[in-house]
């Protein structure tokens, strides 16, 4: 499981919208600081400690105080196993994903062990391989049949092929969310008995732009 190209934007305006109700905007304390290099300028924004108090007083208030964390959207690609995306699939508001296509894909290159989530095959790897030697199997009947113009067998063979595809196969997605839809499913997956949730998935959220401190936030009063 891969999380790659991650873009967070709409600190900013976020941060200023925040102060909108009680057009407190005076008392705000974030900049923006522009780190310098080599090829570019880049501009990072920092979070002030007011703000930063607002924030977690709002964020601790519930969610319907703390709508500045919608407007904070993050992209990213990410490569997981068809099970996983099941489950992520549950997340449907606040979420957008562009995926690659089994459908139009599916069967033009060979099946080989990196194209699966290997994770729950430890000590029966060869269950794996069985099931690969059997999808590259059906693949090159699939594609004899294509080179045949038989266009039942085809659609016969690729049918059969995706229902022998298991849920560990790979499946890259460009997908976006903001902090608030982030914050929740956090909370919901921190513990979850696959590691993709409770490992790969937190330590990517954990890296994000002051996930700790609007993410992962919790209220100990």
Known sequence: MRFEHTQTYGFQAAFRGMRNPLESWD?????????????????????????????????????EHAK???????????????????????????????????????????????LFETRGYEGTSDLLQDRINRLNAIRNNWLQAKENGDTEETNRLFRLMKAELPTSYLQTRTWSANYAVLRNMYFQRRNHRLSE???????WI????????????????
Not at 28 to 44: A, P, T, V, Y
Not at 206 to 221: C, F, G, V
Request: glycine share 4%.
């Open 27 to 63: 008392k705000s304390d974030s900049k923006i600081k522009i780190l310098i290099g080599k090829k570019q300028n880049d501009e990072r924004f920092e979070i002030g400690e007011k703000d930063l108090e607002l924030a977690q007083r709002l964020i601790a208030a519930g969610n």
């Open 68 to 114: 500045f964390l919608r407007q904070i959207a993050v992209w990213v690609d990410i490569t997981a196993p068809l099970y996983f995306w099941s489950e992520c699939d549950t997340y449907k508001v606040g979420t957008t994903a562009n995926s690659t296509s089994t459908m139009h894909k599916l069967g033009y290159k060979e099946f080989r062990e990196e």
């Open 197 to 203: 949730w409770s490992e790969d998935f937190v330590r």
């Open 206 to 221: 954990s890296d994000l732009p002051y996930a700790r401190e609007l993410i992962m936030y919790e209220n100990k009063d």
